[in-house]
């Protein structure tokens, strides 16, 4: 079964009494108002992920995510943190592969196989970002950049392990930058992506994994783009830092 799931990304935003603000706020609105099947995630910086289990009330449709994990599982690797660290505090979910951790920490396909399956031995389950620059959506194989992305990162993967990621379809062009992907563009992407996961799993994975759009989705534009076939739900920086406008996304995905 398909799931909803509205993941915030928090990035590097916010100190220790604003964050743990926020997480009890979008608690407290999401017990109170929303009623719909969707997993909601947070994933705050790394320092506040073991006060903000405290927080999060286990076994309900709010879950913990990190936003990176190293590749090895322990070791000498000065300021990094292991998947078996982020299992050991209770988080359940791992964002792998965003943009500005391939752009900024020059993350490859290779490296991002290795994180997805130190993930995956751990339990936790990776949201596995994906996308194309704006040069590249204007001026090349945009769909097959992507493809490959998927292949050599995740295809390595066993049809039962493949089945437990999921996947964020994040173009570049429209992250941070208040330029959204059209629902057609994002609907468009994620029928391509679906497709190639059925080449290689075959229809019935393919038709079961979740596939998020990450990139300036907010309270105005969450409702169009998640009411698309092939949408399920976002991974959302800016607009998962207010409470109530992180709340009308997650509403927008019931
Ligand atoms: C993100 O960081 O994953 C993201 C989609 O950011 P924003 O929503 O701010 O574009």
Redesign the pocket.
Known sequence: MRKKIVAG?W?MNKTTDEAMALVSEVVDKVNAEVTGDVTVVLCPPAVYLATARQAIPSGGSIALGAQNCHEKASGAYTGEISAPMLQSIGVDYVILG?S?RREYFGETNAQLAAKVNIALENGLTPIF?CGESRDLRENGDYIGFVKNQITESLFHLSAESFAKVVI?Y?PIW????GLTASAAQAQDMHFELRQHIASQYGDSIAQDISILY?????AQNAAELFAQTDVDGG??????LKAPDFITVIKAAQ
């Open positions: 990304n990035k965003h500005e970002c964020a994040e429209a992250i941070g930058t990450g990139g300036s989705a907010n991974l959302i920086g800016g607009a998962s």
